[in-house]
């Protein structure tokens, strides 16, 4: 195989702001196959990104059934990412799923186990560990310079951003708010950087405090309040097997002045590490003095070769590198399963008032 074709399932923002003009950078890739409800969005799409050739289909099965498709991306609502995703591998198809995995974790095991059956590839579009400073740390993890991590902070806050678009504010669709939308990346991150997938326990929280109110500050424009029925606000304390402590904090709208997502605070028994506002710092001890330095991101390499800052640019390429290499996708699916299974307690949590047990 020396070219991929792609079909596009769910031709919205994510897929027109993120996941198709990422594709159109790599020549190896082509997007051959789209699918939306919609029909003008599934011709937008086509005409902007599309093979000249390429097929529209009214019928996500149809788009499934066509042997010309190698890959598909899953750009649909959360609760039609397992039906999809599994139909998709059942069908010969390798899939990228937009994140969170599934809208619960036991639709997230399901596509697990499909994939194995199956062989084919499932992976999580988790774009924030391919941002250079994700890739910086991450290495300096896996070679030990910050020693055993044994504290993270996983950081998904906005003051006010909620979004008000598609099906956002929709439990039923969604399955939760800002903590499965957006603190999912930032808790991807952390247990990527600490290379710990093991919970022992999960003890949360989650409010809907500003929901009921409604803003005229939100930067994409008021909510109605009526339609807001996810939580505007969630946190968590995570224990892992090992000892190590994983806080979390997500929120579309809080009263702080300091908010940032998909950022880590990492600490360990060498040195800790954070990303503050788009600076990776890094501290320790020397010499008997205390440092902090500022790691500069210019001039690294990573997946293909290339030094591209687009995070969603590099996503594509490693994705699309793991086929034509027949290797394992940089986000393997038993990881998207346990942040989805984290996320899950967190919400159990929150509801039962009571601390939820891995063991």
Known sequence: MTKVNVGM?????????KHLPSLAKIPEAQVVAFFDISSDRAHEAKNKFGTPDARIYNDVYELLRDPDVHVVHVCTPNDTHAEISIAAMEHGKHVLCEKPMAKTALDAERMLEV?????????IAYQNRFRSDSRWLHEA???????????????AVRRRAVPTWGVFLDLEKQGGGPLIDIGTHALDLALWMMDNYEPKHVLGTSYRKL??????????????????TVEDSAFA???MKNGATVWLESSWALNVLDGDEAKVTLAGTKAGADMNKGVLRVNGEEHGRLYTKEVQM???????????DDAAEMEARAWINAILDDKAPVVTAKQGLVVQQILEAIYESANKGQAISFV
């Open 9 to 17: 399932i769910g031709c919205g923002g994510i897929a027109m702001g």
């Open 115 to 123: 994939s194995e059956r199956t062989g084919r590839k499932l992976s």
């Open 141 to 155: 993890c896996k070679a030990g310079d910050l020693g055993d991590i044994y504290m993270a902070k996983a950081h």
């Open 211 to 228: 929901a009921e109110q409604g803003s005229q500050a939100n930067m994409w424009g008021s909510w109605d309040p009526s339609k807001f």
């Open 237 to 239: 304390m995570i224990t």
């Open 298 to 308: 210019s001039g690294y390499a990573g997946w293909g070769g290339s030094t591209p």
